[in-house]
């Protein structure tokens, strides 16, 4: 249970200065240094947001309209460019980079008055899904300090779960915002693809990319989103924002509304604790009124495969401008350029970073693109359409954000393949670009467990009352 207000009431509060801007960002610094053992956070941008601080407060003493978000704490994982600290995406290749310019998402939350406090641990380049390929250190997982808060966002929701501050962003290329979220008991979005600007955020996977924010709950996750969202000239990718405001959330009445439960997402891999999580998740949306049905998507199974081809292709691509030349991580000692490639990229990335390289070579290079890389983009589209027709038959789609709880630091870490696994529920709606988000559900025992809910493309605000309602029934 976060131990901060609503947004709302922070800025609420701090416009009418019952409390500062600097009161929050204190109160954020100072649980950052209370939980310091669980390893959130890379860095601090303490005197950058303590000046920030001190700008809004003085901008509200006369009268000045700061923005929705005035004073508000924030924490970005360490992917997005932002100025008070490096920005080095949890890799050795990019140790002593200070950007030269702002993400658009921290551009626009700044605009409305949020301070960011901290930059948050990862996978290093988001490549994981348990925070231990982080360079610097592996993350622990508030609710049980051996587990992992899951990844790659791992660092931006252990801090939320650990009230460090209000919300944090994250990135979400095959699960990173919705899997440690279930893991460490909180709220994480995954918009619509395009629907916030990734210009700024280090590249992993450019297709299925997508920020979004994480938070306690539904409603705050809906103000920062319509904070973010809407077109930007610097990323041709993004779309239009609905007309209508996304943290404006009417009250939902469950009755008429279809939730489709996704069959194949409760195979024999489902734990049967997360099992009986959704279960009784599900029996209290119909008691409230939500129509059950059971929907297929036959080429879900086949997601995961199509995923892992796909995605490393784009990083393999992404990742050829670390080659030490130009910023991050260079070997002094080559003697030539060839040299100095292969030194600086040998030291800079880490294994993950490397398998990944190697395998998106393999699949785009001559002879093997047709055979891999084109067909997985036929399945993709495969899977497109059956997601079209799955929530033609009903308005939302239902499962498990993953199928085990947070399992223990080190389990997965030498089998590549378990730990993919473990995206299985995700990946999909990052690969047909619709809106997903998950939240926590009763939980029988210590470890939280989170429900998914997805909806068609564009339908972002509608997923985000469906979900608060949902959030208020079977949280």
């Known amino acids: 249970?976060?131990?901060?207000?609503?947004?709302?009431?922070?800025?609420?509060?701090?416009?009418?200065?019952?409390?500062?801007?600097?009161?929050?960002?204190?109160?954020?610094?100072?649980?950052?240094?209370?939980?310091?053992?669980?390893?959130?956070?890379?860095?601090?941008?303490?005197?950058?947001?303590?000046?920030?601080?001190?700008?809004?407060?003085?901008?509200?003493?006369?009268?000045?309209?700061?923005?929705?978000?005035?004073?508000?704490?924030?924490?970005?994982?360490?992917?997005?460019?932002?100025?008070?600290?490096?920005?080095?995406?949890?890799?050795?290749?990019?140790?002593?980079?200070?950007?030269?310019?702002?993400?658009?998402?921290?551009?626009?939350?700044?605009?409305?008055?949020?301070?960011?406090?901290?930059?948050?641990?990862?996978?290093?380049?988001?490549?994981?899904?348990?925070?231990?390929?982080?360079?610097?250190?592996?993350?622990?997982?508030?609710?049980?300090?051996?587990?992992?808060p899951g990844g790659s966002s791992g660092g931006s929701a252990a801090a939320v779960a650990l009230s460090m501050a209000p919300f944090s962003l994250g990135t979400d290329t095959g699960g990173s915002i919705r899997l440690p979220a279930s893991f460490c008991g909180v709220v994480g979005l995954k918009p619509t693809y395009g629907l916030v600007s990734r210009s700024g955020v280090v590249a992993m996977a450019s297709s299925t990319d997508v920020i979004g924010p994480i938070a306690s709950t539904v409603e705050d996750a809906a103000l920062v989103l319509e904070c973010m969202a809407g077109k930007d000239e610097l990323d041709g990718t993004t779309i239009e924002r609905d007309s209508q405001d996304y943290s404006d959330l009417k009250p939902v009445d469950l009755t008429g509304i279809k939730f489709g439960i996704v069959k194949e997402f409760f195979g024999s891999g489902v734990d049967e604790s997360v099992r009986g999580s959704i279960d009784q998740a599900v029996n209290q949306i119909k008691s409230a009124g939500g129509e059950i049905v059971e929907v297929s998507i036959p080429s879900i199974d086949l997601a995961l495969a199509v995923y892992y081809i796909l995605c490393p292709a784009e990083v393999s691509s992404n990742l050829s401008r670390y080659d030490g030349q130009r910023y991050g991580h260079s070997d002094r000692d080559a003697v030539n350029l060839e040299e100095s490639y292969a030194k600086s990229r040998s030291v800079g990335f880490g294994n993950e970073a490397k398998r990944r390289i190697m395998i998106g070579a393999y699949v785009l290079s001559s002879g093997y693109y047709d055979a891999y890389y084109q067909r997985a983009q036929l399945v993709r589209t495969k899977l497109i359409n059956e997601f079209n027709k799955a929530l033609e038959s009903c308005d939302v789609l239902v499962g498990p954000t993953a199928p085990v709880q947070a399992f223990k630091i080190g389990e997965n870490i030498a089998d590549p393949l378990a730990m993919y696994l473990i995206d299985i529920m995700t990946v999909s709606a990052n690969l047909v670009g619709i809106p997903a988000i998950s939240i926590p559900v009763k939980s029988n025992n210590s470890l939280p467990v989170g429900l998914q809910l997805m909806v068609q493309q564009k339908q972002d605000k509608m997923l985000l009352e469906v979900a608060k309602k949902v959030e208020e029934v079977a949280a």
């Open 1 to 148: 249970m976060s131990i901060w207000p609503s947004i709302k009431t922070i800025t609420s509060d701090v416009a009418s200065r019952k409390s500062s801007a600097r009161d929050m960002v204190e109160k954020s610094l100072q649980i950052i240094e209370e939980h310091g053992e669980f390893k959130a956070i890379i860095s601090l941008t303490k005197e950058r947001a303590l000046k920030r601080a001190e700008e809004i407060d003085a901008r509200i003493a006369v009268g000045e309209n700061v923005g929705r978000l005035a004073g508000v704490p924030f924490i970005a994982k360490d992917n997005f460019l932002v100025f008070g600290a490096e920005t080095t995406a949890a890799s050795n290749i990019l140790r002593g980079f200070n950007a030269p310019y702002q993400s658009s998402a921290i551009e626009r939350l700044e605009a409305e008055g949020a301070i960011c406090v901290a930059k948050a641990n990862l996978d290093a380049f988001a490549h994981g899904s348990s925070t231990e390929n982080s360079d610097y250190m592996t993350t622990k997982n508030p609710h049980d300090a051996e587990r992992v």
